[in-house]
T-cell receptor
Framework: GAVVSQHPSWVICKSGTSVKIECRSL??????MFWYRQFPKQSLMLMAT?????????EQGVEKDKFLINHASLTLSTLTVTSAHPEDSSFYIC?????????????FGQGTRLTVV | GQQLNQSPQSMFIQEGEDVSMNCTSS?????WLWYKQDPGEGPVLLIA?????ELTSNGRLTAQFGITRKDSFLNISASIPSDVGIYFC?????????????FGTGTQLKVEL
């Protein structure tokens, strides 16, 4: 089946630094990728929809200048958490749909655990 | 953002028992999906439902798309230890590349040997 890979799986960074998370579709082209955030014991909340070659669409309440999304190719989207603070510590998950196959569901990556200290 | 309400929030059952959980929404969805998430992992799709009233099975799992399009349930028969995890429902307005998922609050399943 289709595979979506995230890197890194976990990262610890100092407060005030920036962290980049990659999301790759390994065996299909994804014109659209989605970024979610999940706090402990909570559900997945959509942060933004990433469209290849255009600006991402952010959900209400998500700061676009803090969570920079770049979808520069059909197989890669990146999420950069800028000037990270402890409250940004969370589990970040991406998903991607196969753009070449209509009406298929998105596959999820394995997630990235971000801890800001 | 909007969330779908799932019940129960958690359940602790004996191995071999059947499990039932449901998901309700205040608004209509045209697609219902059920996912399982293991600790530290992303969600994995279990069952997808595309038509009101549809009943679909995947092995020991059965899910139904409510006729009002505002609810769905998931049944797991003869539970086994590897069924442990968090189950999420998700609603989608339509199938398509850019369409977003709205996730439920989750049901945590624990299986006692």
């Amino acid at each position: 089946g289709a595979v979506v890979s995230q890197h890194p799986s976990w990262v610890i960074c100092k407060s005030g630094t920036s962290v980049k998370i990659e999301c790759r579709s390994l065996d299909f082209q994804a014109t659209t990728m989605f970024w979610y955030r999940q706090f402990p014991k909570q559900s997945l909340m959509l942060m933004a929809t990433s469209n290849e070659g255009s600006k991402a669409t952010y959900e209400q309440g998500v700061e676009k200048d803090k969570f920079l999304i770049n979808h520069a190719s059909l197989t890669l989207s990146t999420l950069t958490v800028t000037s990270a603070h402890p409250e940004d510590s969370s589990f970040y998950i991406c998903s991607a749909r196969d753009g070449g196959t209509p009406n298929t569901e998105a596959f999820f990556g394995q997630g990235t655990r971000l801890t800001v200290v | 953002g909007q969330q779908l309400n799932q019940s129960p929030q958690s359940m602790f059952i004996q191995e071999g028992e059947d499990v039932s959980m449901n998901c309700t929404s205040s608004s209509i969805f045209n697609t219902w999906l059920w996912y399982k998430q293991d600790p530290g992992e992303g969600p994995v799709l279990l069952i997808a439902l595309y038509k009101a009233g549809e009943l679909t099975s995947n092995g020991r799992l059965t899910a139904q798309f409510g006729i009002t399009r505002k609810d769905s349930f998931l049944n797991i028969s003869a539970s086994i230890p590897s069924d442990v995890g968090i189950y999420f429902c998700a609603g989608q307005l339509s199938r398509g590349r850019g369409n977003k998922l709205t996730f439920g609050t989750g049901t945590q399943l624990k299986v006692e040997l």
